[in-house]
């Protein structure tokens, strides 16, 4: 697919102020649903600004001055500072307070003197390489000392200029970076964990580049950007080369656009985006990007034909979907609900209470989302509905919700939660059309029926008063809690096949944990496959295990994106990771609803996009 132009205009502009230049490379992340630049202007000072794949907000200024680099660590982001007096300041964003953390100055002993250097996510670490003297030194900072450990060579026979690139191919980390001598080879290297070092990889180091490289990975492809080859080059032309089965496929031209330093891409819901800045006088910030995807993941349902059940469909979906609690024992998300649908997501688990206002809030385990503000249906259903006629396009997407009473004290009947749930589905106007924004049908619809609505699962009890023909909703009332394989039966003949063991309440390591929950995971994804088209399969991917002193497991984001084990003494990839490499891909098949845990990390997994595929 082509480049094409993001940003102010259609030249590619990603400001439209005089603050969008700069004269060193631009640096770019991915972060919680959004894109996020950084950049030093020609003064030194840094900005960054916050975007999707289509627009940045206006730039707003960084608490320091000199030459940044910023990463995503599995949901936290972290900005690097090299300053004009050589000291290196280590900045955390806080997702709360909308505010970069006091800086840690790194000892890095004799200092930083580099061009730039490269940042990259690794497990639950963070790797940063530079250039010192022709030499290329790598050092590591792990979340459970905080600290950074003493630089080490990348390789002691080879000499190094330019900037370098680190990405993830496979869980394996690599670098890349042009060699000193007159060729400007690109060289590359992998990293072996247990050796603490690093070895020559000559099939990812083809091709030449003039001042540096940047990389990144996205599912079983990485990345490289670089620009024209060979030292007599002026044109600073841009391109970008994927790494795929094993070799590099041809470079393609970035819409025949040059730079003045390498270009900084970033993968953001399937789509590739590469910033630079300018190869002219004022050295504007530019934006160009493309799809990786044969289709576009805000709209992937178009793509199947209308005639298509919706239990024969394979349907990403989010656990506890509003559950963006700061609290990390709550927690289960990282992206909002509009992000999680610009992201693929098309199964939202909603969990409510009703308050003495008669509204339905935001809940989970009774503890409530959004506090002290609260979180309202409301504004939930509002986001669902604004995603399904952004563009003013026709609707082509539905999305699943399945609702549940938060509240299981039973302090009040079950008529009055059922009666607030249909009180506030009635009371949703309808489109400008006319038509419905709900689908409450209690039997099973096709897409094309389901295509600009909502679709009601009901998980919480009935007004036991109500005639069967008078309730509202796919049952799923008959839900058992934390069990790895049940069916269920509507009294309208639906069958519904589940699998939600999600507490552990054993003491085992991490690993355990993960091959567990995997097996169940596994078994009912054999189970969709070969059930009927009729039949609904729900698989939850979640889990959490009970606080750490009934072991090391204790919070969802271990279990979803993985963490470090000191029972095995290493990084254990989680169920996100697991489900990608485990799970069969590139045919089409139905693997039923699938509910997970911020599933957007880690951020090179492409585990929402190869559920999609599984429906084209």
């Known amino acids: 697919m082509a480049w094409v132009a993001r940003g102010q205009d259609h030249n590619g502009h990603a400001q439209s102020t005089s603050a969008g230049q700069t004269s060193t490379a631009p640096t770019l992340a991915a972060h919680r649903g959004n894109l996020w630049c950084l950049w030093s202007d020609p003064a030194g000072n840094i900005f960054y600004a916050i975007g999707d794949n289509n627009i940045f907000h206006p730039p707003l200024s960084f608490p320091d001055s000199g030459l940044p680099v910023v990463a995503d660590v599995l949901g936290i982001l972290h900005a690097i500072v090299l300053r004009p007096n050589s000291e290196i300041a280590h900045y955390i964003y806080d997702d709360l307070e ?132 060979g030292p007599d080059d002026s044109s600073h032309s841009i391109y970008v080369a994927e790494y795929v089965n094993g070799k590099w496929q041809p470079r393609e031209s970035v819409a025949g656009q040059s730079s003045t330093d390498p270009p900084q891409l970033a993968v953001l819901n399937g789509r590739i985006n590469c910033v630079f800045n300018a190869n ?15 289709y576009d993941m805000d709209s992937w349902m178009s793509n199947v034909p209308d005639d298509t059940l919706l239990s024969n469909m394979t349907i990403p979906g989010t656990h506890d979907t509003c559950a963006q609690s700061h609290i990390p024992f709550v ?66 997407e539905t999305v699943l919700i ?29 489109y400008e059309g006319g038509g419905e924004r709900w689908s409450t049908s209690r039997t099973t619809v096709t897409l094309g ?35 790895p394989d049940f069916t269920l039966l509507t009294p309208d003949g639906v069958t519904i096949t589940l699998q939600d ?77 697991t489900m990608r490499r485990k799970s069969e891909w590139g045919t089409k098949t139905r693997y039923g609803i699938v509910p997970m845990d911020y599933p957007e990390l880690p951020k090179d997994n492409d585990i929402v996009a190869c559920l999609i595929g599984t429906n084209l």
């Open 501 to 577: 063991k999600w507490q552990y309440s054993d003491v085992m390591p991490l690993a355990d944990l993960i091959a567990s929950k995997h097996g169940f995971v596994s078994t009912m994804q054999v189970k969709a496959i070969a059930g009927s088209p009729e039949e609904w399969f729900i698989n939850f991917s979640s889990a959490v295990g009970d606080p750490v002193q009934k072991g090391e497991i204790a919070e969802a984001h271990w279990i979803a994106v993985g963490g470090h084990s000191h029972w095995v003494g290493k990084f254990i990839h989680g169920m996100n990771v």
């Open 449 to 483: 029926e389901a295509r600009g609505k909502a679709v009601l699962l009901r998980r919480y009890q009935t007004d036991p008063d109500l005639e069967p023909s008078a309730r509202i909703g796919i049952d799923l009332s008959g839900w058992l809690n934390n069990n």
């Open 98 to 229: 909308k505010a970069w953390s006091a800086p840690r100055i790194i000892d890095l002993g004799d200092g930083l003197r580099t061009d730039s250097p490269a940042m990259v996510p690794f497990h639950n670490m963070m790797v940063l390489a530079y250039i010192q003297e022709e030499d290329l030194l790598y050092t590591i900072w792990d979340p459970l000392s905080t600290s950074w450990t003493k630089p080490l060579p990348v390789s002691e026979g080879n000499k190094f200029r330019g900037i370098p690139a680190l990405f993830i191919l496979d869980t394996v980390l690599h670098v890349l970076c042009g060699s000193a001598k007159e060729d400007r080879m690109i060289l590359g290297f992998a990293y072996d964990m247990e050796e603490n070092g690093w070895a020559p990889r000559d099939d990812v180091s083809e091709g030449k580049a003039a001042t540096g490289v940047s990389a990144t990975s996205y599912g079983d492809s990485a990345y490289l950007g670089f620009q024209e080859n």
């Open 280 to 294: 002219n006088e004022t050295k504007d910030l530019m934006w160009f990007s493309r799809n990786l995807l044969d």
């Open 331 to 396: 927690r289960t998300q990282y992206l909002s609900v509009a992000q999680q649908l610009d992201a693929g997501i098309r199964f939202l688990d909603l969990r409510c209470r009703v308050h003495d206002d008669g509204e339905l809030y935001m809940y989970h385990g009774g503890i409530p989302i959004n506090l002290p503000t609260f979180l309202k249906l409301e504004f939930v259903m509002n986001e669902v509905f604004t995603f399904m006629t952004k563009d003013n396009r026709p609707p082509t």
């Open 402 to 430: 399945s609702i549940n009473n938060d509240d299981s004290s039973g302090d009040d009947p079950p008529a009055v939660f059922y009666n607030a749930v249909k009180e506030h589905i009635e009371k949703t106007p309808r």
